[in-house]
């Protein structure tokens, strides 16, 4: 089992900036892959950044250019920083981590609880 932790959410006016965490504990692979997705009220929950796991990054289109994803590997932490936000960014953001056998398939996927980040106009 892996335990995720986000903290760093909060309210802040459009245009500022915000540092999401995720720390992870338990049993990580040391193949995995981890990222960011969020979930704004009434629609789906979508991918905002990831690590792959050859260890590049990927963004959803409307992040590029304004969040960055980083990682502390010693502290099994990962981070979602975010620049100019935006009112649409509003949403509950939550670290998701996947488990990798040596193969590449899937040996399990854990979610955090969520952090809410509100963006206000």
């Known amino acids: 089992q892996v335990q995720l932790v986000e903290s760093g959410g909060g309210l802040v006016q459009a245009g500022g900036s915000l540092r999401l965490s995720c720390a992870a504990s338990g049993s990580i692979f040391s193949s995995n892959i981890m990222g960011w997705y969020r979930q704004a009220p009434g629609k789906q929950r979508e991918l905002v950044a990831t690590f792959t796991s050859g260890g590049s990054t990927y963004y959803a289109d409307s992040v590029k250019g304004r969040f960055t994803i980083s990682r502390d590997n010693a502290k099994n932490t990962v981070y979602l920083q975010m620049n100019s936000l935006k009112p649409e960014d509003t949403a509950v953001y939550y670290c998701?981590?996947?488990?990798?056998?040596?193969?590449?398939?899937?040996?399990?996927?854990?979610w955090g609880q969520g952090t809410q980040v509100t963006v206000s106009s």
């Open positions: 998701n981590a996947i488990n990798l056998y040596p193969s590449g398939i899937v040996a399990g996927r854990y």
